[in-house]
């Protein structure tokens, strides 16, 4: 891979997006790398969690951008029917970050505009350090954002605050962008992988097959009407309560012991 870096241990993957000469912006070689990335990993039983962030930039700065937008260089002489080809590019990868059996954390170190806002919003939580900002700024370029932005912000933040964002192009600093429900926590930079594997490592000790399921019920519940949901999350319980880990769980809580967890 030219433009991404993965680092796997103890069942999590560390996955960087590394152009340092462009901010790590998002070119149609960097998310064909993340396509065929993503897939493999999603086939790996020995990753549960995948942390997503920004590789250094050419100084060795870590946290100068976690993706500083889609790649303008190749974007400015699109055509209409090239500029839609892109954006669905993007819908592939952006849908395994969002759907695939394992959780994904975004450690948003630094600049996370347009495509990096963006492919945030697709993991399934996000970690922004304190100097971490976040944009869409599309509509002072005379485009809108094209990688799932009205989509996927107002679904985070609420309508009128992901119109603001979007029709103004303002930037938001982390603390505004965790006041508004657009990431989960923020932390000091120097933390913010600690920070991001502690999390992972919490969710790890969980049930990583009832950790994907519930996944899933989330995912797929979130447009149901609110019967059809909870009859999909019945039939979801009890599937895992046919599992080993269940029985496990709830053994190891009525013995008072520690669970030994293990189905994916």
């Known amino acids: 891979?030219?433009?991404?870096?993965?680092?796997?241990?103890?069942?999590?993957?560390?996955?960087?997006?590394?152009?340092?000469?462009?901010?790590?912006?998002?070119?149609?070689?960097?998310?064909?790398?993340?396509?065929?990335?993503?897939?493999?990993?999603?086939?790996?039983?020995?990753?549960?969690?995948?942390?997503?962030?920004?590789?250094?930039?050419?100084?060795?700065?870590?946290?100068?951008?976690?993706?500083?937008?889609?790649?303008?260089?190749?974007?400015?002489?699109?055509?209409?029917?090239?500029?839609?080809a892109f954006g669905m590019k993007a819908s592939v990868p952006f849908f395994k970050l969002m759907n695939m059996r394992q959780v994904t954390i975004a450690a948003v170190n630094g600049f996370a505009l347009g495509g990096g806002c963006e492919i945030a919003m697709a993991c399934d939580i996000r970690i922004a350090s304190d100097n971490a900002t976040f944009a869409q700024p599309e509509c002072g370029l005379g485009i809108i954002p094209g990688f799932g932005g009205t989509q996927r912000l107002a679904r985070l933040v609420g309508m009128g605050r992901a119109k603001e964002m979007i029709f103004t192009c303002d930037n938001i600093d982390a603390n505004e962008a965790y006041r508004i429900g657009l990431v989960n926590k923020v932390v000091a930079k120097e933390e913010l992988m600690d920070s991001a594997k502690a999390m992972a490592n919490k969710i790890i000790s969980k049930g990583s097959y009832a950790v994907s399921i519930a996944?899933?019920?989330?995912?797929?519940?979130?447009?149901?009407?609110?019967?059809?949901?909870?009859?999909?999350?019945?039939?979801?319980?009890?599937?895992?309560?046919?599992?080993?880990?269940?029985?496990?769980?709830?053994?190891?809580?009525?013995?008072?012991?520690?669970?030994?967890?293990?189905?994916?």
């Open 1 to 84: 891979m030219n433009n991404l870096v993965l680092e796997v241990a103890d069942q999590i993957a560390v996955l960087k997006i590394s152009r340092p000469a462009a901010l790590n912006a998002l070119n149609s070689e960097t998310l064909d790398e993340l396509n065929e990335v993503l897939t493999e990993i999603e086939g790996r039983d020995d990753i549960k969690v995948v942390i997503l962030t920004g590789g250094a930039d050419k100084k060795g700065n870590e946290f100068k951008s976690f993706v500083a937008g889609a790649d303008i260089a190749e974007m400015v002489n699109f055509t209409a029917a090239e500029a839609r």
């Open 215 to 264: 996944k899933a019920a989330i995912n797929n519940g979130y447009d149901m009407d609110i019967q059809n949901a909870v009859e999909m999350e019945a039939n979801l319980f009890g599937i895992t309560c046919s599992t080993h880990d269940k029985a496990e769980g709830m053994g190891a809580f009525l013995e008072r012991r520690a669970a030994d967890l293990t189905d994916f």
